[in-house]
């Protein structure tokens, strides 16, 4: 069914992801060829309800795809969370005369979404960017391609030092509660073990980094460590092992924002780009209140309220294969 939207709003929120610029692209030049207009957001929700809004042509996206961040900006609102921020959020809407809304962010922010549009009726459409993967209905959400490459890299690099040394490296990754981040870039990055919250029982995880490292004579290891695996990161691992090893003097890096920058990978443009277009057809088809995902290679539709509270798991071939071949 088509149905008469004339204006989109677009904006980006939460954590930042590489990729984001190429969905704003996507959404905009997707919509002008459908004859729709599109008002760019900046600032997230807080741009919503301030009304910090521009009408975009194709030009204004002319040169972004390459480009880490978000033209946008972004921002986490509190005012947002309640129910008056909300409504200011609408009457901008309807000041503005936007017709739906595409937000291009994760968790909080389709959280923040799906708010509006039960309240509002508002049509909304969610395409995923977060750097931690952790959205239920889709494989790959963008930037996590480019945050998984650079945190292998960081790796690499570290592992020439560690190597050097013959030390034990402890590398803090991201990945808010989620462990795709660390786990992934343990693989790729031929890393020696990884405590994620997703596995039980952290002591046991630290006692098999330690046994699958130095233990089996190797001079040096590398465990990479989910910031919120256990309290404190990776700081506090290294603690308990100086206690409990002291023949060990581990070495932290902590990666931190690092992970959130740099120009997307050739996955995330493409990924971005899909998903720009399919949220438009979204709405021009009447679909409302769903994220655009990707499954087994292709687009699909999930609800934003799926999306948000079914829970994604990482999966056991992974970690096996992990165990196995860090031997
Ligand atoms: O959700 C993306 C993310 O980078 C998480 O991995 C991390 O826990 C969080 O955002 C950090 O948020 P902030 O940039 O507000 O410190």
Known sequence: MINDIKT????TSGGDAPGMNAAVRAVTRAAIVNNIRVKAIFRGYKGLMDGEIQEFTTQDVSGIIHRGGTILRSARSEEFKTIEGRRRAYETMQREQIDALVVI????TFTGARALAHE????????????????????????FDTALNTVMECVD????TGTSHERLFLVEVMGRDAGFLTLNAAIAAGAEAAIIPERQAVAEQIDAAINQGQRKHKNSSIVLVQEHAIEGGAMAIAKQIEET????????SILGHLQRG????????IL???????????LIEDQRNVMV????????YVPLIKAIKQKKDVKEDKWQALQVLSI
């Open 8 to 11: 989109i709003g677009v904006l």
């Open 105 to 108: 962010g994760g968790d909080g």
């Open 120 to 143: 509002f009726d508002v049509p909304t459409i969610g395409i995923p960017a977060t750097i931690d993967n952790d959205l239920w209905g889709t494989d790959a959400t963008i930037g």
């Open 157 to 160: 690099k570290l592992r020439d």
């Open 245 to 252: 090893h002291p023949e060990f003097s581990p070495r932290v």
């Open 262 to 269: 740099g120009s997307p990978s050739g996955f995330d443009r």
């Open 272 to 282: 971005a780009s899909r998903m720009g277009c399919a949220a438009v057809t979204a």
């Open 293 to 300: 995902g990707l499954q087994n290679g292709e687009i699909v």
